[in-house]
């Protein structure tokens, strides 16, 4: 894909998985924990933890945890699942940026206002968040859920907020993210300009967007984005 320049920038505001880092390594830390917690408490035949990668890859992907319990002959419980959701949910994560995000934040820091809006559950979204030392490296963080799930996108409050805190609007701000299904329809609404990343492994890449809800540009690399005020 060819490089994206977009001028007149004042603040950049990244979601999370799957933009500044692999989605798919939390996921599977959270199946090693899993796989741990399940081998205390029966005997598996085959590995656990590789066969949830493997789901994790196939239409089953929503229903991990359900699939693995039927094929180890256990039968899913409400009980089990519960637990093993909790244990995934709980790990502590093991990730890491990808090599251009990081060196994204660190070309932009100071440059532009740098910010974070990210849905799903709040207790997981802050592990990654300090796993990531993202405290340290973007000015603002916003985890909708600590708002309640309907803030979660493509509700506008958390753009809303962006803009009302640093006095920035329309195109001055740009959001970048992985998942057209849900993540550029906001702030599209508000003139925001968006940019889509799409990498490999991308759990959301092919999502369905809403009417409107298209990003503006698309780039494989934020390398590939060029940004100036």
Known sequence: ??????????????????????????????????????????????????????????????????????????????????????????????????????????????????????????PVQRSKVQALNLESRLDRIILTDAWGLEYWKPHPRAFREIEAVWGVRGNACVYVADNPGKDFLAPRQLGWQTVQVIRPGAVHADAIPPPGGQADRVVSSLSDLLLTS
């Open 1 to 122: 894909m060819p490089p994206v320049e977009l001028p007149g920038i004042r603040a950049v505001v990244f979601d999370l998985d799957d933009t500044l880092y692999p989605e798919r390594e939390f996921a599977f830390g959270g199946f090693e924990a899993v796989a741990r917690w399940l081998t205390q408490r029966m005997a598996c035949p085959f590995d656990p933890a590789r066969r949830m990668r493997e789901l994790f890859d196939t239409e089953y992907r929503p229903r991990v945890f359900d699939q693995l319990l039927r094929e180890l002959g256990a039968g899913p419980t409400r009980s089990w699942i519960e637990q093993m959701v909790e244990c995934y949910r709980n790990h502590q994560p093991r990730i890491a940026l990808y090599p251009d995000a990081e060196e994204a934040l660190a070309r932009w820091s100071g440059r532009f206002c740098l910010a974070l809006i990210s849905d799903g559950p709040l």
